[in-house]
């Protein structure tokens, strides 16, 4: 008999059992190794580019490719580690490294890929004129300064003036009072009692009406209402600086005579100067040698004040600092000239 099994035949065999399983193999332990170092002249053409690990990849990881040919589309001056054409096919079963994460291969660290760098040198530029001018004027400056604060620092010191003057003397004798008052500048006959340099109204006269026939104070007011415009005259007297005024007026055979001081401020003798002009005309004469003033008789007559009486007028004025000195004469015929200049000349020695 033989022993050798029969192949049964197909409606009688049963069904062949699957083999077992067997179990999936765990993949080998590898520790990477780094691959030795070459430069990109080493490198001999159409081979892989040399790896070089990365001292900042993860344990375990593939390193960056470096440098080396790319295909013809790849830019030449690019940096290092940036690809921009397609590199090099590498030997079966290494992933490229275009391939990516996505193809199985490792991750890849651009940073230690490469070598040194190249391309075209960075122009220099040179500083500008606006810059140059600003250090030169600094500069300048710094140094002025400091070649200033060494001559000041070398000259010597300026001595100080004594705290101390010599104290005045004074006589051992003592100073007569009276002798004193004697030296002394007399003040001007103006600066006292103005009704005191008013003249006297002459024997045989009356007086005028309700006007003064002594000599008193008159006021800015009554200066200004005997005139036709008092108003204006009013405001014009204070505009000039109107300190004071004296006079006196009196009346002899239907001829009326009025002698008015006025006085102004002690720095407003511009303003009676202006007042001895206002008075005075072209026909004006002089009363006496050396005066600051004249004198003049109207040769036509005018008329009182609402009234159809008419009057001759003459008048005389004068100057002396601060004070005007006027005279004036109504008279119902024409005016004596000689009367006139006899009594200006009087009241202006009166001021002297």
Known sequence: MSTDPVEPSSPDAPPAAAPPAAPPAEPPVTTPVAAPVTTAAEATPGSNPPVEVSPWAA??????????????????YAPPGQV????????????SPADGPAAGGPAVDFLAAGGPESGPPARV???RPVLLLTSALVLGLLLGGGAGYGIQAGRPPTPLPPLQVA??????????AKAAADAAPKPLAIDGDLRKL???????????????DVPSWISVGELAERTGNAKKVFALLNQRGFRRAAGVDWKKDNTRYRVTLVQFGPDDSDSAATEVRDMSSAASTKF?????????????????????DKYWYGYAVARRGTLVMEIEVFAPQLVDAAALKDLAKKQWERLA
């Open 59 to 76: 344990p375990g990881s593939a390193a960056a490719p470096a440098a080396g040919p790319y295909a013809p589309s790849g830019d030449p």
């Open 84 to 95: 921009t054409g397609a590199p090099a096919a590498g030997p079966a079963g290494v992933p």
């Open 125 to 127: 530029r040179r500083p």
């Open 167 to 176: 104290l005045p003397g004074y006589p051992a004798a003592v100073l007569d």
């Open 198 to 212: 008013v003249m006297e109204r002459p024997g045989g006269t009356e007086p005028w009406a309700d006007n003064p």
């Open 288 to 308: 006496a040698d050396g005066v600051n003033g004249a004198y003049e008789v109207q040769t036509e007559p005018e008329n009182w004040a609402e009234s159809t």
